[in-house]
């Protein structure tokens, strides 16, 4: 039998090019697969709208937040079939390690994907980029048959193991210290442009607004001698996924927060993380801090120690000069911090009370902490409120008749 008889007319052309580029020897078990002809007509029924989309609108740059396993293929091949180019103007950190994380994850649900079978083979020998070796064999992000539709109609990744390994023309880089990163993580250097973020001008509008705030920026000290701002970020429960020393969301929040309260002079405020479920806010609220839904950025400046969980805010808390104190309580274990001074990482219990108790409870080792952040700041954000002119900048050269500039 001919394999072009499962084929569509409109897809017949994605089947020549499948049987071209090596598909031949497995092409009754692949093609034919109800699987791989759902995703195809999926993907094309999204690319054909995303299409459709471009031409209606006709932008003259398309701007995402990401671009690798993550972000929109369709938009962004209907854009470069039509030479728009495509800006990154990132979000969080993101790293080869988050996505090794997700598949962690993914082996202890028991829902991890591995290239076997005909269509596991076919990605392995066709596109072994996408393939992870792992204890269990090699591992994928996404399901086979999936993986050869995407590649199929274009919408493959050129490195799927890094958050922005997908096809734009430039990445905004917001520091330097996020420039080495994205070295680190292999991206292209020409894709990558250092332009500071909106998010650092945020950051300068706020410390502009209270001289006490942009004094102790300028400063590295507290807000108020008498007492220690202290902001939580906690994360969303991750009980059940990840590994912890609590038993439940509700004892995390007791015994983190209960003893970050009970330390004289302190004054805690929670910033809700919008992925919090509302039996966990409660959690939260049952320890009788201040809860703010406030963005973070706005209550950075306001307070002078900032404990959180691996958040890629961290990078803005550097920033603003803030001293860090990172409790990877559920044991993310990344090393997105290592070497920053003023980012004390730790993953137990009783090293959290140490560092938080030596940060609240002793000035001279806050300022020694503070002055190491402040050292630290430019390299991972520069809080000069103009990086959304060098963003313009940015744009125009990337759409230099964009009218909507200016």
Known sequence: MDLRSFAAPDHRGLVRRA???????????????????????????????????????????????????????????ASREREIPVLVCPYGYGSRRDLENALQQ?????????????????????????????????????????????EALGL??????????????????????????????????????????????????????????????ETAS???PWEVRVLVALPPSFHGERESEFDSFAELCRETLGFLGAQPRSRITVSVHPATLPDDRRAIEGTGVTLSDDYVLN????????????????????????????????????????????????????????IAQGLIGDPARYETVARAQRAAAEDWGVVDGRSFERLQELVRELAPNHSAVG
């Not at 071209?20 to 002809?37: K, Q």
Request: with cysteine.
């Open 299 to 354: 209550l950075l400046p306001s307070h002078d120690l900032y404990v959180t969980c691996f958040s890629s805010t961290i990078r803005w808390a550097i920033a603003c000069r803030k001293p860090v104190l990172n409790y990877d309580m559920y044991r993310f274990r990344l090393p997105d911090y290592s070497g920053v001074e003023g980012v004390h990482t730790v993953d137990t219990e009783s090293e959290f009370r140490r």
């Open 222 to 224: 507290r807000i108020n």
């Open 156 to 217: 493959g990744l050129r490195d799927p193991w890094t958050v922005h390994g997908g096809a734009a023309d430039r990445i905004a880089v917001e520091s330097n210290a996020m420039l080495r990163h994205y070295r680190r993580e292999g991206l292209p250097e020409a894709k990558l442009s250092l332009t500071g973020s909106l998010y650092c001008d945020v950051l300068h509008q706020a410390l502009e607004a209270d001289p006490r705030h942009l004094r102790a920026f």
């Open 106 to 150: 993914k082996r202890r649900a028991g829902e991890l994907i591995l290239a076997e079978g005909r269509s596991g083979e076919a990605v392995r020998r066709r596109y072994p980029h996408w393939v992870m070796d792992t204890p269990d064999g090699p591992a994928l992000l996404l399901r086979p048959d999936l993986i050869l539709a995407r």
């Open 19 to 77: 049987l071209d580029v090596g598909f031949d020897r497995l092409r009754h078990g692949i093609l034919a697969t109800p699987d791989y002809r759902y995703h195809l007509r999926s993907l094309r029924r999204r690319l054909d709208a995303a299409r459709a989309a471009i031409r209606q609108i006709g932008p003259r740059l398309l701007i995402l937040g990401e671009d690798g396993i993550a972000g929109d293929p369709h938009v962004i091949k």
